[in-house]
């Protein structure tokens, strides 16, 4: 089964409105981290936002926020007031803490495109 | 500045030649790994590191060797590449590696296309 699944290949956001990009991850370990990356056309990965398993609140930094469902096992990014310079591809990743915490799993990524 | 240093960033090669992709950070960190990126899947782990001479096998390791010898330093090695192994690849370390904090930190990749 897939560790982390992003189902949005794509997405458009008009600038300046909000955008939430999904991801669902599956894990047994009650001890985890889940992680957003940014990779913009030059190429390079960007961390975005973090949120522990044990977190008690929704994890945020500036403009991005994540939305922590963690009966459903989802961890959508929100990126609020879009712009320009947030079109590039986004990963959605996940670190768990007991068993396999060596291992990173990434998503394929969702592709957002933000319109003028 | 803390950083994550790759090289080569690009190459060319053709099957069978030896090659190594070198990784290097100066963040003290304990945990390196490596992945490869491809259209649609995302990125894998191919080999992590703990620390010195601790490494193990992430999710694609067939073809690839690493050793890490020093703390800073963690060789990506193909004996003898093939064209399947045409891909972006990303060197990454992380200060934790007990527990799930510690996100990582990225180089800024190798993009190698094997003819």
């Known amino acids: 089964a897939q560790k982390i699944t992003q189902t949005q290949p794509g997405m458009f956001v008009q600038e300046k409105e909000a955008v939430t990009l999904d991801c669902t991850y599956d894990?047994?370990?009650?001890?985890?981290?889940l992680f957003w990356y940014k990779q913009p056309s030059s190429g390079e990965m960007i961390f975005l936002i973090y949120?522990?398993?044990?977190?008690?609140q929704n994890a945020t930094e500036g403009r991005y926020s994540l939305n922590f469902q963690k009966a459903r096992k989802s961890a959508n990014l929100v990126i609020s007031a879009s712009q320009l310079g947030d079109s590039a591809m986004y990963f959605c990743?996940?670190?768990?803490?007991?068993?396999?915490?060596?291992?990173?799993?990434f998503g394929s990524g969702t592709k957002l495109n933000v319109k003028p | 500045e803390a950083q994550v240093t790759q090289n080569p960033r690009y190459l060319i090669t053709v099957t069978g030649k030896k090659l190594t992709v070198t990784c290097s950070q100066n963040m003290n960190h304990e945990y390196m790994s490596w992945y490869r990126q491809d259209p649609g899947l995302g990125l894998r782990q191919i080999y992590y590191s703990m620390n010195v001479e601790v490494t193990d096998k992430g999710d694609v390791p067939e073809g690839y060797k690493v050793s890490r010898k020093e703390k800073r330093n963690f060789p990506l090695i193909l004996e003898s590449p093939s064209p399947n192994q045409t891909s972006l690849y990303f060197c990454?370390?992380?200060?934790?590696?007990?527990?799930?904090?510690?996100?990582?930190?990225f180089g800024e990749g190798s993009r190698l296309t094997v003819l």
């Open positions: 949120q522990g398993s044990y977190d008690q």
């Open positions: 894990t047994s370990d009650p001890s985890y981290g």
């Open positions: 990743a996940m670190r768990e803490g007991r068993y396999n915490f060596n291992k990173f799993y």
């Open positions: 990454a370390s992380s200060l934790g590696w007990t527990g799930p904090t510690g996100e990582l930190f």
